[in-house]
């Protein structure tokens, strides 16, 4: 399985950005799947992630900001971000976990999302 991440860029404050994560499979089999994003000097943190039966889970901090989705016709997945603030300039991750308590992670490359103020 291969993650394609998509859709960053150098956005102004306050501005939007939607990021795609594009399965090369269908992403039926995933029981969750997630972006992540590592800041420079920092460790990679979760941002948001939902499971197959569409739960989502947020990072406190982008929590009413950001809006994670599935679109399972297309397999993909979707952040999208508004409201950006300078600090949510990282790299941003995708994954998808196979399995529930013995799993299987996929990532997928990054792609940099850069907020300017």
């Known amino acids: 399985v291969q993650l394609q991440a998509s859709g960053g860029g150098l956005v102004l404050a306050g501005g939007s950005l939607r990021l795609s994560c594009a399965a090369s499979?269908?992403?039926?089999?995933?029981?969750?799947m997630g972006w992540y994003r590592q800041a420079p000097g920092k460790q990679r943190e979760l941002v948001a992630a939902?499971?197959?039966?569409?739960?989502?889970n947020y990072a406190d901090s982008v929590k009413g900001r950001f809006t994670i989705s599935r679109d399972n016709a297309k397999n993909t997945v979707y952040l999208q971000m508004n409201s950006l603030k300078p600090e949510d300039t990282a790299v941003y991750y995708c994954?998808?976990?196979?399995?529930?308590?013995?799993?299987?992670?996929?990532w997928g490359r990054g792609t940099l999302v850069t907020v300017s103020s």
């Open positions: 939902i499971t197959s039966g569409g739960s989502t």
């Open positions: 994954n998808a976990v196979l399995g529930v308590g013995v799993t299987t992670t996929y």
């Open positions: 499979g269908s992403i039926f089999m995933f029981d969750a």
